[in-house]
């Protein structure tokens, strides 16, 4: 237990940074829990209830925290939902955050569903990277994951954005027994295209999750599989340091392979991450359900901003180790909140 002087004084810091010492500079962003898809891993449950439109972060209240947190060491910033372009008026919202935070890293995680002839415009408005998550390279096996006929849209998407000119990185959550089999498909993607493809280990996230043992494709399966498949060399990074991920050039090929090892290989000791879910709560972890509410602040008339950085710098403070809890408490709901509500 931290003491009330290192606590007082970790509050009073310029910089965002926890009890373990982790600098925070990477915002998660999620503007909607709505979504046009029903991926099993992440919205598995059919008596899913949307949060209240009244209960959801207005655009402005959103740049009021980004504005707040900019000064304090924030470089990165991601956009996420449920599904982000499909509330209404999410072009002018990321022209604001880019106006808000000028030169900061500013990204987009989406489906890729509704993107089509967006990319050009997104462009424009200064995006330059976007992950789009892609399960699947076969039409049926995309439907029964995401309970959605809409495979070619999000495949356009990808060539879209490459087209306009944005970074892209393809997410696939790695699910055995559905989409094991098409790995060398996603090899000769990253092969043919400049492009991360990443795949995510499944992990027990939500009360209601799918997750068990027959769905689990560990990262080490899927690195041992590429391996017979595709040379592959690490890529070393300097002192900025990296995601998550971990990414492998694949010789002769344009794009790079990598694996997020959430599950087997947990990566708490330099998570750099806060989360802003869409109803203005603080998640400091992914797999606690311990939150801090900001919405209540940011609509009263008495608050001040000096009350909004408090709360943000007592979230962090608390931030705790995520693979002690996934150890405490099992490989099956780690926390009761599903992916779409927490923000991707």
Same mark, same amino acid.
């Given at each position: 237990?931290?003491?009330?002087?290192?606590?007082?004084?970790?509050?009073?810091?310029?910089?965002?940074?926890?009890?373990?010492?982790?600098?925070?500079?990477?915002?998660?962003?999620?503007?909607?829990?709505?979504?046009?898809?029903?991926?099993?891993?992440?919205?598995?449950?059919?008596?899913?209830?949307?949060?209240?439109?009244?209960?959801?972060?207005?655009?402005?209240?959103?740049?009021?925290?980004?504005?707040?947190?900019?000064?304090?060491?924030?470089?990165?910033?991601? $956009?996420?939902?449920?599904?982000? !372009? =499909?509330?209404?008026?999410?072009?002018?919202?990321? &022209? #604001?955050?880019?106006?808000? /935070?000028?030169?900061?890293?500013?990204?987009?995680?989406?489906?890729?569903?509704?993107?089509?002839?967006?990319?050009?415009?997104?462009?424009?408005?200064?995006?330059?990277?976007?992950?789009?998550?892609?399960?699947?390279?076969?039409?049926?096996?995309?439907?029964?994951?995401?309970?959605?006929?809409?495979?070619?849209?999000?495949?356009?998407?990808?060539?879209?954005?490459?087209?306009?000119?944005?970074?892209?990185?393809?997410?696939?959550?790695?699910?055995?027994?559905?989409?094991?089999?098409?790995?060398?498909?996603?090899?000769?993607?990253?092969?043919?295209?400049?492009?991360?493809?990443?795949?995510?280990?499944?992990?027990?996230?939500?009360?209601?999750?799918?997750?068990?043992?027959?769905?689990?494709?560990?990262?080490?399966?899927? $690195?041992?599989?590429?391996?017979? !498949? =595709?040379?592959?060399?690490?890529?070393?990074?300097? &002192? #900025?340091?990296?995601?998550? /991920?971990?990414?492998?050039?694949?010789?002769?090929?344009?794009?790079?392979?990598?694996?997020?090892?959430?599950?087997?290989?947990?990566?708490?000791?330099?998570?750099?991450?806060?989360?802003?879910?869409?109803?203005?709560?603080?998640?400091?972890?992914?797999?606690?359900?311990?939150?801090?509410?900001?919405?209540?602040?940011?609509?009263?008339?008495?608050?001040?901003?000096?009350?909004?950085?408090?709360?943000?710098?007592?979230?962090?403070?608390?931030?705790?180790?995520?693979?002690?809890?996934?150890?405490?408490?099992?490989?099956?709901?780690?926390?009761?909140?599903?992916?779409?509500?927490?923000?991707?």
């Amino acid at each position: 237990m931290e003491s009330r002087t290192a606590l007082s004084s970790r509050l009073d810091s310029p910089r965002l940074a926890d009890s373990f010492g982790r600098v925070v500079n990477y915002l998660r962003v999620s503007v909607t829990d709505r979504c046009n898809l029903r991926c099993m891993y992440c919205r598995p449950v059919q008596d899913f209830k949307a949060i209240e439109h009244s209960d959801i972060l207005s655009y402005e209240e959103y740049l009021r925290i980004i504005k707040l947190a900019v000064p304090l060491g924030l470089s990165k910033i991601r $956009l996420t939902g449920g599904e982000p !372009l =499909a509330r209404r008026g999410f072009h002018r919202f990321l &022209d #604001e955050v880019m106006k808000a /935070a000028p030169g900061m890293d500013v990204r987009l995680t989406t489906n890729g569903t509704l993107l089509a002839g967006q990319a050009k415009t997104l462009a424009g408005l200064g995006l330059k990277a976007v992950n789009i998550s892609l399960d699947s390279l076969d039409p049926e096996t995309f439907h029964r994951i995401t309970g959605a006929d809409l495979f070619h849209q999000a495949r356009s998407s990808i060539d879209e954005c490459l087209e306009a000119g944005i970074r892209v990185k393809v997410n696939a959550v790695a699910l055995k027994g559905l989409n094991d089999h098409e790995l060398p498909a996603f090899l000769e993607l990253a092969r043919t295209h400049p492009l991360d493809m990443r795949f995510i280990e499944f992990m027990p996230i939500g009360g209601d999750t799918l997750w068990d043992d027959t769905l689990y494709w560990p990262a080490s399966d899927i $690195l041992e599989r590429a391996g017979q !498949l =595709a040379e592959l060399s690490p890529v070393v990074y300097g &002192d #900025e340091g990296h995601g998550p /991920a971990r990414m492998w050039q694949i010789a002769g090929g344009q794009g790079r392979l990598g694996v997020i090892s959430g599950l087997s290989g947990h990566y708490c000791l330099t998570c750099n991450r806060l989360r802003l879910t869409c109803d203005g709560r603080l998640r400091p972890c992914l797999y606690s359900d311990t939150e801090y509410r900001l919405r209540p602040l940011l609509r009263s008339e008495k608050s001040s901003d000096g009350k909004v950085l408090e709360v943000l710098r007592r979230a962090l403070a608390r931030k705790p180790m995520g693979h002690k809890l996934l150890a405490e408490r099992g490989r099956r709901g780690v926390c009761a909140k599903s992916m779409t509500s927490i923000g991707g």
